[in-house]
């Protein structure tokens, strides 16, 4: 049985972490495979929306515990610095890929798991989903960008609470400080982010990817940077096919019909 399961149809990527038996915790070929995945998705004019979901009960626990006892018994960090590397690289690459990611948690998305889903671009939660950067609770600390995630969701005083803590927040805590877009009954999740991800794969695809581009400069950068890329990106835009059929599908009163070559690559 695969630890990773993926499909593509209607336009939209569908990521299955599949290790119910762990709660898809991070063994294996897993983290490998994700990247891998990803980035075959990333250069797919097929693929205009992707979302990451997990098998079972759990979206992500994190680490597999397990295997890091053994690690320390050895003596061993080499093998955890590859693993840090790979995390490292799906991390960079949900946040450069053009495509919008959505995780669909529909469980427990713990350490690793949490970071996993805060580098996506939109969450949506089943409200059994719970939360927890649990990394304290064994002496470590936040990877796959945690540190830099969890900040800028929630700010530096609750971030720090949930990391030097490890509490476990439920789907409506996480609503509240902003950690998801939406809490759906576990029965609905997947169908309504798919119903989303659709209608996202649908759309400008190059003008979504810049976006997604310009959305987070902005959160890092200067206003005078963000308002010079704005401008540069905006005359790119004008006069594109896309650009050019949304205002000819405003003025005539129908909707739009978008092409799907632009802007697909990363």
């Not at 969890?150 to 803590?165: D, F, I, N, Q, Y």
Request: charged share 15%.
């Amino acid at each position: 049985m695969s630890d990773l399961l993926f499909e593509v149809s209607q336009g939209v990527g569908l990521i299955t972490l599949n290790r119910p038996q762990v709660m898809n915790a991070f063994g294996g070929s897993l983290r490998e495979d994700l990247l891998a995945c990803l980035q075959a998705m990333a250069s797919d004019p097929a693929v205009g929306c992707v979302v990451i979901t997990g098998a079972g009960s759990a979206f992500c626990a994190g680490g597999d515990i397990a295997s890091m006892a053994t690690l320390q018994a050895a003596n061993e960090v080499g093998s955890i610095a590859e693993r840090m590397v790979t995390g490292a690289a799906v991390v960079r690459l949900l946040r450069a890929m053009p495509q919008p990611v959505i995780a669909a948690v529909n469980g427990a998305a713990a350490g690793a798991g949490l970071n996993l889903a805060l580098a996506c671009d939109l969450r949506y939660a089943a409200t059994s989903a719970k939360f927890s950067a649990s990394f304290v609770k064994i002496g470590l600390v936040p990877d796959w960008g945690g540190h830099y995630l969890l900040p800028r969701l929630v700010g530096t005083a609750c971030a720090l609470e949930l990391m030097l803590s490890g509490d476990r927040i439920d789907a409506e805590t996480a609503l509240t400080l902003g950690l998801v877009n939406k809490v759906l009954p576990p029965e609905t999740l997947l169908e309504a982010t798919l119903d989303r991800a659709r209608a996202l794969a649908a759309g400008p695809r190059a003008a979504m990817a810049a976006i997604k581009q310009g959305a987070y400069l902005g959160a890092s950068s200067t206003l005078d940077a963000t308002l010079a890329w704005e401008q540069t990106t905006q005359l790119e835009r004008f006069l594109s096919a896309d650009a050019r059929e949304g205002t000819r599908a405003f003025l005539e009163k129908r909707p739009p019909h978008f092409g799907l070559g632009e802007g697909t690559k990363p």
